[in-house]
């Protein structure tokens, strides 16, 4: 009778390896210039043109800050040339990334938010070029003057976004606590809107408008505080005694919960970023979920259903993600959940792929793979 599976491995149907050689040929899909403007860890020239994108957009930040003062540092018309050609560097930055980008994936692109981000750093063009090189002051066309030097610093503040990959860590924190955030902001507005209308009835002569009574209320819960207006009447100034002792409990809870969900990421937050890392140069590369199975199953040498620490070292140099033999080692130990020296395919793909590991592993058995 032969052998069966362990009952504990997913029928998963796999492909045959015979050309798995060509399989890495064929998954070079992407250009050099995708791999140059997408991942610094790519070579030593991107990594060094990384660095320098960083310094070149803050020192525009600070310049354009600095012609807005009493004493600009240039005339506004060779300010207005330095502008325009910093716009235009972005400008080559943005068709680079664009058409580095492969064709199937230029909608994803452009529905990127750092590339809307990047767009919108070079729209500024359209204003310079129609009132003049010279930027405008307020006295010749205020509206201009402040689109150039009130959104201008801030949408090239936005673009330094794309390099702080610590920022996932934030996001991952709202992601998780979102649920129990939206239940707070629900309770802290009834209990606005509550005391809002209660004032408003309470304190006809300090309160003249509905809207007059809830913004007192929002600066109480927020502990803001205001000295413009006051209840009046006993049983107001009851009722703000009692709408203070309750903001304090309630605006609380939000905070603890940010508080604690930080700190367990901010824990956690070497392996959080180094499997984000992995799976954007995974995609970067066209690695998608549905190969991984067949990965798994060529790299396992022994056959035993898992990787060890030398065959997964040995699958990440193969597969040439940019992906220092250290990183690696910390990337297997992130995937070693329960510590057995081994990662099995499921824990593989729950850790990388989380969306498609519920798809691929369904509960039912005998899932094909496909041919």
């Known amino acids: 009778m032969p052998d069966q599976p362990p009952p504990n491995r997913c029928k998963v149907k796999r492909v045959s390896n015979a050309s798995f050689s060509e399989f890495f040929k064929r998954q070079a899909t992407v250009t050099d210039l995708y791999l140059f403007m997408q991942d610094e860890d790519s070579s030593k020239a991107a990594w060094l043109y990384a660095k320098l994108s960083n310094y070149f957009v803050s020192a525009a930040i600070i310049f354009t800050v600095w012609q807005a003062t009493a004493q600009p540092v240039v005339p506004r018309f060779i300010e207005g040339v330095i502008q325009l050609s910093v716009e235009g560097i972005m400008l080559i930055e943005l068709l680079a990334h664009f058409f580095s980008t492969r064709s199937s994936e230029r ?40 689109l150039l030097y009130c959104c201008v610093p801030v949408v090239r503040q936005l673009k330094l976004i794309r390099k702080f990959q610590k920022l996932q860590l934030l996001l991952h924190v709202l992601a998780t606590t979102m649920d129990a955030l939206k239940l707070l902001l629900f309770l802290v507005c009834f209990i606005v809107l509550i005391f809002g209308c209660a004032f408003y009835v309470l304190e006809p002569e300090t309160m003249d408008s509905l809207s007059t009574s809830i913004y007192l209320c929002t600066v109480t819960v927020t502990t803001v505080g205001t000295c413009d207006m006051n209840p009046v009447s006993p049983l107001g100034k009851i009722m703000a005694g009692a709408l203070c002792l309750i903001s304090v409990l309630f605006m609380a809870m939000p905070l603890s919960v940010l508080g604690n969900a930080m700190s367990q990421t901010w824990a956690d937050r070497h392996r959080i970023v180094l499997i984000t890392q992995t799976r954007r140069k995974l995609k970067n590369l066209g690695y998608t979920a549905e190969h991984m199975p067949r990965l798994f199953s060529k790299f396992d040498k022994d056959g035993n259903g898992e990787l060890e620490m030398d065959e997964f070292c040995d699958l990440v140099a193969k597969m040439r993600i940019g992906m220092k033999p250290s990183e690696a080692s910390e990337l297997f130990l992130a995937f070693d959940e329960n510590g057995d020296g081994g990662i099995t395919e499921m824990e593989f793909m729950k850790a990388l792929f989380p969306l498609d590991y519920r798809r691929i592993y369904r509960r039912a058995s005998g899932v094909s793979w496909g041919a």
Do not use: M, Q, S, W
């Open 107 to 146: 909608g994803a692109f452009l529905k990127n938010p750092y590339n809307i981000i990047d767009f919108f750093a070079i729209l500024p063009v359209a204003l310079r070029i129609p009132f003049g090189i010279a930027t405008p002051t307020k006295d010749e066309n205020a509206a201009v003057h402040y």
